[in-house]
């Protein structure tokens, strides 16, 4: 592992999953953005780490026994 890659992920370990994919679509539109300056080779590496980012995060909740609508009230709060 190359050290800018080690500390890439030490940098996103605790952000959870919603701000994972967040970064990952900030990431993306930088690089499309960013086209005249990089190779195809540079492109098709950086489109290859978004895509393992991806493949990286988890498919399905945590079982801990908490339905969609429980993890919403702790997270946003119970509505009256």
């Given at each position: 592992m190359?050290?800018?890659?080690?500390?890439?992920?030490?940098?996103?370990?605790?952000?959870?999953?919603?701000?994972?994919?967040?970064?990952?679509?900030?990431?993306?539109?930088?690089?499309?953005?960013?086209?005249?300056?990089?190779?195809?080779?540079?492109?098709?590496?950086?489109?290859?780490?978004?895509?393992?980012?991806?493949?990286?995060?988890?498919?399905?909740?945590?079982?801990?026994?908490?339905?969609?609508?429980?993890h919403?009230?702790?997270?946003?709060?119970?509505?009256?």
């Amino acid at each position: 592992m190359q050290p800018q890659t080690a500390e890439i992920e030490w940098a996103i370990d605790g952000l959870d999953r919603r701000e994972k994919l967040h970064l990952i679509e900030v990431l993306a539109r930088g690089l499309q953005r960013d086209r005249s300056t990089a190779t195809t080779a540079e492109r098709k590496a950086q489109l290859e780490g978004l895509l393992q980012e991806l493949d990286a995060l988890p498919s399905e909740g945590a079982d801990d026994g908490f339905c969609n609508r429980d993890h919403d009230a702790l997270l946003y709060g119970r509505r009256p």
